[in-house]
Nanobody, 126 residues
Framework: QLQLVESGGGLVQPGGSLRLDCAAS????????IGWFRQAPGKEREGVSCISSSGTRTNFADSVKGRFTISRDNAKNTVYLQMNSLKPEDTGVYYC???????????????????WGQGTQVTVFS
């Protein structure tokens, strides 16, 4: 059974950091593009960052550029989202998602992905 599990969320003050992990089981991430998304109460799910299957290409939402980084360790079947200089507007449930991508394509659009984790809560408060 294909499964993605996010971890690493929590409470943090503005300016703090968190690292989110997305661990896959039941399949090998090597051939999958991975995206990170977030959803705040009353808002639509938005793309935060994504990484190609090889890890050589990444993309970020303008709101997190320069603060977040994404990486993957295919040997550990895990993708990471390092979040620095967190702001209250970063608060939300963070999800990782996967799609098999043989051509190296990746996207910040949630509709592109077909496997989703259950999410982890990130709260940035003063």
């Amino acid at each position: 059974q294909l499964q993605l599990v996010e971890s690493g969320g929590g409470l943090v003050q503005p300016g703090g950091s968190l690292r989110l992990d997305c661990a896959a089981s039941g399949f090998t991430l090597n051939y999958y593009a991975i995206g990170w998304f977030r959803q705040a109460p009353g808002k639509e799910r938005e793309g935060v960052s994504c990484i190609s299957s090889s890890g050589t290409r990444t993309n970020f939402a303008d709101s997190v550029k320069g603060r977040f980084t994404i990486s993957r360790d295919n040997a550990k079947n895990t993708v990471y989202l390092q979040m620095n200089s967190l702001k209250p507007e970063d608060t939300g449930v963070y999800y990782c998602a996967a799609v098999r991508s043989s051509n190296g394509y990746y996207s910040l659009s949630p509709s592109y992905y077909n496997y989703w984790g259950q999410g982890t809560q990130v709260t940035v408060f003063s």
